[in-house]
Each structure stands twice: as structure tokens, then as C-alpha cells.
């Protein structure tokens, strides 16, 4: 069993810059690969970035590569997600997610978080 709770979240100006935390529970979050999901009221879950369990491997969607940043900490049992030159479309409810193998969809992953707001203004 595995609860994740997101932090970070809030209200910036485009061009702005957030880091979103995700700390999980459990003495097995090092075995687990990590994504973060971005969800808008209405619609599907997607994607922003994916790690694996030992941080070597990582994913990105293209509307953020060379923006934002996934990374991890197994001994804090933190994943974080460094949100830079932020825009307006970037504006969603972030989600954080952990599952055995790397995966790129919603159902790939087995626990979620409760979510944090990012709000960018222009």
C-alpha cells in the first residue's frame, strides 16, 4: 500500500516557475516508478512525466520537455516536479501516481494522490 499526498500547487504569473512535491508512505517507495498526471474538469488524465524507480529513466510529454523537470529522492520518499517558464495552458489539477513499471497511462498506475492546483496567468 502506497499514499501519496501532492504540494506545491498554486497561483502564478506565465513565465513563472513552481515545484510540485509528492511524499509517499511505505518503506517500498524505492521499488515503485513514479509519474505525474495533469486532469482538467471533464476530461482524461494525461501525462506530463514519468520516472522510473532509480531515477535513470524518465518520460516526458512534449508540450514540456525542456521546461519541466521529474526527479526523486528514495530517502526522503519524495517525487518532485520543477515547473519552469509556466503558461497559461499549463492550468490543471496535478496529480502524482505510482505503479510497478514505468507507464504512460492513467491505468497504468495503481495509487494516486488527492491532487494540487496549478493555476498560470497571463
Known amino acids: 500500500q502506497v499514499q501519496l499526498v501532492e504540494s506545491g500547487g498554486g497561483v502564478v504569473q506565465g513565465g513563472d516557475s513552481l515545484r510540485l512535491s509528492c511524499a509517499a508512505s511505505g518503506r517500498t517507495f524505492s521499488t515503485w516508478a513514479m509519474g505525474w498526471f495533469r486532469q482538467a474538469p471533464g476530461k482524461e488524465g494525461e501525462i506530463v512525466a514519468a520516472i522510473n524507480w532509480s531515477g535513470v529513466s524518465t518520460y516526458y510529454t512534449d508540450s514540456v520537455k525542456g521546461r519541466f523537470t521529474i526527479s526523486r529522492d528514495n530517502a526522503k520518499r519524495t517525487v518532485y516536479l520543477q515547473m519552469n517558464s509556466l503558461k497559461p495552458e499549463d492550468t490543471d489539477a496535478y496529480y502524482c501516481?505510482?505503479?510497478?513499471?514505468?507507464?504512460?497511462?492513467?491505468?497504468?498506475?495503481?495509487?494516486w494522490g488527492q491532487g494540487t492546483q496549478v493555476t498560470v496567468s497571463s
Open positions: 501516481a505510482a505503479t510497478r513499471a514505468l507507464g504512460l497511462v492513467v491505468r497504468d498506475y495503481d495509487y
